[in-house]
């Protein structure tokens, strides 16, 4: 991880996880005949970049982006949309700067991670507050794909159910045995040693995350033709009481935000792009190319699907689906989810395995020995008691974690809040003043750290209303 990746090789998506690579140290200073040797190892264009980003950036996230629009109404939804990609895009432009030093283009010195970049710029400190932000949001992501695999196996689930018996059939099932089927199997997808073992996963995985985001985009469109009416209001969903109304909204704005950032996987796709042109001037083009793409395709699946169920939209848009359309496109669609959500959870969870694998190596020599295991009419295979260990303990903390809060967009809303300002806004908004020496109250100074503090105002605002809706849920 601490190199580049091999040209014939394809690019690791862990890397896209957002695995902090070694730290940048002796090795990563090279001389300009050791530079001209790396980047010919770097094939990565434009084109490579923009897959890498849509492949990190779509996910689950996609599906609730409707019911955030039916939160929101027809002005503020798609206003909000587009101002978080601005906002993302802004904070990308800043971290794109920070992959060389001290040149910003050609400069010899490379942050090949997240965290290799905060801890030269701002110190060890930070660097491990970083850490512990990227881990709880692995955690987390983890968690939120647990809760949404079973909501989709739920809706496959009732969708036969409406298939035999009508629609009007009581078709309602519980989410927990599907919870604890996904982290049965995760317990043994876990026993993978490390990513490199399974990029076929990674890459299957991809492409059912394009599958279902565009069946839900399609069947929103179909029910909205096939109705010849939009539904939905300017002013969203209506409620009871104002409070209500404001965390409904916190909520979404929070679902919103979830789904955007990209910037814990950015330098490590700029890390794969060939130079000359610098990777700084390829991977902004990039950004706004791949942002382009990614705004549009989340405005169309919000706003179809929300002109499709106006304010009955539910949360995860496919689970709306269950009783209207082809039942076996529907079911398929969960399906692509549950495939992509399988595989999306080892990319996002092989790089807390790697990081303690690595910590009981350093701090106990010899600790992670494997013994050979052979089973008559099965390949041999290596067992690992400490990793068997840590990792089932891990796979069975997200699942109860799950069980205990299967809440979608709530779970979602605080993940936003995680990712959002610390790693999208705080810390590229501190290294870039630390770059540049800005003085306080400067012209710099004061556009920068307001851009901040109102994008703190905005995570704390998305936390007290998931918070609240995780409260209510649960004790309602």
Same mark, same amino acid.
């Given at each position: 991880m601490g190199g580049p990746p091999d040209a014939a090789e394809p690019i690791p998506l862990l890397q896209l996880g957002g695995l902090p690579s070694p730290p940048a140290g002796d090795d990563d200073v090279l001389d300009s005949e050791q530079l001209s040797t790396v980047d010919s190892k770097r094939t990565g264009k434009t084109w490579t970049a923009v897959a890498h980003i849509i492949t990190g950036v779509i996910g689950s996230g996609v599906l609730s982006l409707a019911w955030s629009m039916a939160q929101l109404g027809w002005i503020w939804g798609p206003i909000l949309m587009l101002f978080f990609a601005a906002v993302t895009l802004v904070s990308v432009f800043l971290l794109i =700067?920070? $992959?060389? =030093?001290?040149?910003? !283009? #050609?400069?010899?010195?490379?942050?090949? =991670? $997240? /965290? !290799?970049?905060v801890k030269n710029n701002l110190g060890k400190k930070y660097a491990g507050i970083c850490a512990i932000l990227i881990q709880m949001n692995l955690f987390g992501t983890g968690v939120a794909y647990t809760i949404t695999t079973a909501i989709c196996l739920s809706a496959i689930q009732r969708s036969n159910? $409406?298939?035999?018996?009508?629609? %009007?059939?009581?078709? &309602?099932? =519980?989410?927990?045995?599907? +919870?604890?089927?996904? %982290?049965l199997i995760q317990v043994f997808m876990s026993q993978i040693p490390d990513f490199h073992s399974m990029e076929w996963l990674s890459m299957a995985a991809a492409v059912m995350s394009f599958a279902y985001a565009s069946i839900g985009f399609g069947l929103g469109a179909a029910k909205v033709v096939g109705k010849g009416a939009v539904e939905g209001s300017i002013y969203g969903v209506p409620t009871t009481t104002a409070m209500q109304k404001v965390w409904r909204v916190s909520q979404a704005v929070g679902d919103i935000a979830f789904? #955007?950032? $990209?910037? +814990?996987?950015?330098? &490590? /796709?700029q890390d794969t792009l060939k130079s000359p042109p610098s990777e700084s001037q390829t991977m902004r083009k990039a950004s706004v190319v791949s942002m382009g793409i990614i705004t549009f395709f989340y405005l169309a699946c919000g706003g179809f699907g929300y002109a499709a169920f106006g304010d009955e939209t539910p949360g995860d848009l496919l689970n709306g689906f269950s009783t209207y359309g082809p039942y076996w496109l529907i079911n398929f669609a969960n399906a692509c989810v549950v495939l992509h959500l399988i595989g999306g959870y080892q990319v996002y969870s092989q790089p807390v395995f790697a990081m303690v694998d690595q910590w009981a190596e350093d701090r106990f020599p010899g600790s992670h020995r494997s013994y050979a295991v052979e089973v008559p009419g099965l390949p041999a295979w290596r067992l690992n008691i400490g990793r068997l260990c840590f990792r089932t303990a891990y796979v069975a903390s997200t699942t109860a974690v799950a069980m205990v809060f299967p809440y979608f967009n709530q779970v979602l809303g605080v993940l936003g809040t995680i990712n959002f300002w610390p790693l999208s806004i705080y810390f590229p908004v501190e290294m870039w003043l630390r770059r540049k020496n800005a003085a306080a109250w400067s012209g710099e100074w004061v556009v920068f750290r307001g851009f901040s503090v109102v994008c703190l105002a905005i995570t704390l605002f998305i936390l007290a209303g998931s918070i609240e809706g995780i409260v209510s849920a649960r004790f309602s």
């Open positions: =700067s920070f $992959y060389r =030093s001290p040149d910003p !283009d #050609y400069g010899p010195v490379r942050n090949r =991670s $997240y /965290i !290799d970049a159910c $409406y298939h035999v018996h009508s629609r %009007g059939a009581p078709c &309602e099932f =519980s989410n927990t045995p599907w +919870m604890l089927l996904f %982290g789904a #955007y950032p $990209y910037t +814990m996987v950015l330098l &490590e /796709i």
